[in-house]
């Protein structure tokens, strides 16, 4: 079974600098994918960024990055120049061949201004 | 265009009872899934749909039962609810069942069991 894995239940970043938030996996499957989702209090989950496994480039959404380590199933997601509207529970996610996403247990990022 | 539509927002049910919750995916999406949510913890997998048949379950009790219907919206039935139930359900909506990177969600229903 796959399973992902959050440790930090919390981090706090100052406005305008930058962020990492830190996710591993483990899986037996070779063709996957790795998300990461923003859930704001209005709990809507919104998709910030997406990783194929076969892709070795390290996906880019504006100020999101993620720095994807295939080999020691590591998925981390960087947040540059940090904004009051990115406080929010963060969550990776996997899927593999079943389509069903499973997820991290979240991480709550607090932006001070 | 609409995003995926959930009904009601909140809910509040007895121990014992039945609750009936409602999405409407994104048109053109044929693929529903189901999961929940307890406060403070990641979503997790209860059911998957594709053209109104089961794809996929996880590991919830047959208290837990679902359905699709011709025009790709789906309900979730929970029978003889517990307080553990008490959790946010969300619904996401796919493109196809084949691509797990177009899941799209609600927002989701807040239930509680009291």
């Known amino acids: 079974a796959q399973t992902v894995t959050q440790s930090q239940p919390e981090m706090s970043v100052q406005e305008a600098e930058t962020v990492t938030l830190s996710c591993t996996y483990d899986?037996?499957?070779?063709?996957?994918?790795l998300f990461w989702y923003k859930q704001p209090p209005s709990r809507q989950m919104i998709l910030v960024i997406r990783q194929e496994a076969y892709k070795q480039q390290n996906a880019t959404e504006n100020r999101f990055s993620v720095n994807f380590q295939k080999a020691a199933k590591s998925f981390s997601l960087k947040i540059s120049d940090s904004q009051l509207g990115d406080a929010a529970m963060y969550f990776c996610a996997y899927t593999g061949a079943n389509s069903k996403l499973t997820f991290g247990k979240g991480i709550t990022l607090s932006v001070r201004p | 265009d609409a995003g995926v539509t959930q009904s009601p927002t909140h809910l509040i049910k007895t121990r014992g009872q039945h609750v009936t919750l409602r999405c409407s995916p994104i048109?053109?999406?044929?693929?529903v899934s189901w999961y929940q949510q307890v406060l403070g913890q990641g979503p997790q997998f209860i059911f998957q749909?594709?053209?109104?048949?089961?794809?996929g379950r996880g590991n919830f009790p047959d208290r837990f039962s679902a359905r699709q219907f011709p025009n790709y919206s789906s309900e979730l039935n929970v029978n003889a609810l517990l307080l553990g139930d008490s959790a946010l359900y969300l619904c996401?909506?796919?493109?196809?069942?084949?691509?797990?990177?177009?899941?799209?969600f609600g927002p989701g229903t807040r239930l509680t069991v009291t």
């Open positions: 749909y594709y053209e109104k048949e089961e794809r």
């Open positions: 996401a909506s796919t493109l196809t069942g084949e691509n797990p990177y177009e899941q799209y």
């Open positions: 899986t037996s499957e070779s063709d996957y994918y």
């Open positions: 048109s053109g999406h044929k693929s």
